[in-house]
């Protein structure tokens, strides 16, 4: 029967009869009571799949297993995964539970050994980090259960051929949607920052909480709220300028797709585009997407409508790198013909060389001329645990000299932009969503946009 099989108890018992016959042999008095040994361990075999296959508690499937997760996963976070298992035997059960889970994540630990009593449930937890955007096909949930016999053990499949999409990372988004709801977004390193001049207007007064600016205190309303037996300080509270235009342009040529844990950095900066535009939705800012290589590849206008977030996420499902040299020239176009406004224009991209960025400032200026741009790329982090490496042969010398070369020629593109009037951010890519967002933060607080 294919859903049967032997535990290692019961072959390691017929190896112990095996030992015996042929001391029997030698000794023909044992070769009764191994005949008789063998008679019993046919019979408790038997009986035991008798066990497994005896009518459940209700009647139905004697355990009963499912996969339990969302409809879809999260790119580069930790997805929740969730087994639950029912015993529905008369009896208590051990079961060996393994998840078919897809080949991309090339990992094989997901097996997971648990004793149910009889009528008990139980829940195996575990996570699951994809690096790469598509469809991902599970398996079967696989549960062998062997009865307190332990002689043998009997297999049953359930969620076979589940196929899940792999989206940019809405969990680190609502991450950051919950913290930025309840002003606590300094918890993941977003710095709060003390706003020059007043480009705001008085929305409200409210209740004085912890964090708000003292010198926001409405002293008058606070007299007037004592006078009433009220013992709560109020502060005004101000709003944003709204309505502004937040774009973010993607490069998708190869030199986004050198890959840092597992993910490339398209993948980061997609990941970061969908935090920073729900945030601009939740500042009463329009959010726009553009996505471009060797020509334009996607545009999403910048609006502030009912399930504006949910066209973004889907249009950069979609979104892979090209193998073929960017045009910044293409960019510049797109830009010029559809976006009017002045915006905040949040490029992705990432230049190695002085001479690669020299190449593409003449479209740099020029966008920058009409718009507020901020040119984000990335440092090489491998590079950095190289050269804090001590060198210990004139080879490593060598080779750290070269690689100190390449990380000061980072930091002059950076001194580059800024000297001719643009905005640049030179950053990790594990760190690539929280500096950006302080970015745009610091230029909503400058007025800058």
């Not at 993607?250 to 490339?264: A, E, N, Y």
């Not at 585009?273 to 999403?300: E, M, Q, Y």
């Not at 976006?339 to 020299?358: A, D, K, P």
């Not at 190449?359 to 440092?379: G, I, S, T």
Request: some cysteine; hydrophobic content about 45%.
């Amino acid at each position: 029967m294919k859903s049967l099989f032997l535990t290692t108890r019961f072959f390691l018992l017929l190896a112990a009869l095996i030992t015996g016959f042929v001391v029997a042999f030698f000794l023909p008095s044992l070769l009764g009571p191994m005949q008789v040994a063998l008679g019993l361990l046919v019979v408790l075999a038997a009986l035991d799949v008798l066990l497994l296959y005896a009518p459940g508690a209700n009647g139905g499937g004697q355990v009963f297993g499912r996969r339990v997760m969302g409809e879809k996963l999260a790119n580069g976070s930790d997805n929740d995964i969730a087994i639950y298992l029912e015993n529905r035997y008369r009896f208590a059960v051990h079961t060996e539970t393994i998840d078919e889970i897809p080949h991309q994540f090339q990992r094989r630990d997901v097996l997971f050994r648990a004793a149910l009593k009889a009528g008990e449930t139980q829940v195996i937890r575990y996570q699951l980090r994809p690096t790469k955007r598509g469809e991902y096909s599970f398996g079967a949930v696989n549960v062998l259960v062997a009865s307190p016999l332990g002689l043998v053990r009997r297999r049953f499949r359930y969620d076979q051929g589940q196929l899940v999409p792999v989206y940019p990372s809405f969990l680190q988004m609502r991450q950051y949607e919950l913290l930025a709801i309840s002003n606590r977004l300094t918890e993941v390193g977003v710095k709060r920052i003390r706003r020059v001049g007043q480009s705001m207007e008085f929305e409200q007064i409210r209740p004085y909480v912890a964090g708000d600016d003292p010198r926001n205190i409405n002293w008058k309303a606070t007299a007037r709220r004592a006078g009433t037996g009220g013992d709560t300080l109020v502060v005004n509270h101000f709003q944003d300028e709204r309505a502004q235009q937040v774009y973010c342009l993607i490069d998708k040529g190869r030199v986004m797709r050198m890959p840092f844990h597992g993910l490339s950095l398209l993948d980061y900066a997609i990941n970061a585009t969908l935090v920073v535009s729900n945030i601009a939705l939740l500042k009463h800012d329009k959010a726009g997407l553009l996505t471009f290589a060797n020509k334009l590849s996607a545009l999403v206008p910048a609006e502030r409508r009912s399930g504006h977030l949910r066209k973004l996420l889907e249009v950069l499902y979609r979104q892979r790198t090209k193998y073929l040299e960017t045009s910044f020239e293409t960019l510049y176009t797109a830009v010029k013909t559809n976006i009017r406004q002045r915006s905040l224009l949040i490029l992705f991209t990432n230049f190695e060389t002085l001479s690669g960025m020299q190449r593409q400032l003449p479209y740099l200026r020029r966008l920058a001329k009409d718009h507020l741009l901020l040119v984000v790329f990335f440092e090489n982090t491998e590079l950095h645990q190289f050269l804090n490496t001590p060198a210990q042969t004139t080879e490593e010398v060598y080779n750290q000299t070269i690689a100190e070369k390449f990380a000061q020629e980072k930091r002059q593109i950076v001194l580059e932009l800024q000297r001719h009037g643009m905005h640049a951010l030179l950053t990790a890519p594990e760190q690539l969503t929280v500096n950006t967002l302080n970015r745009y933060l610091e230029f909503k607080a400058r007025g800058l946009i």
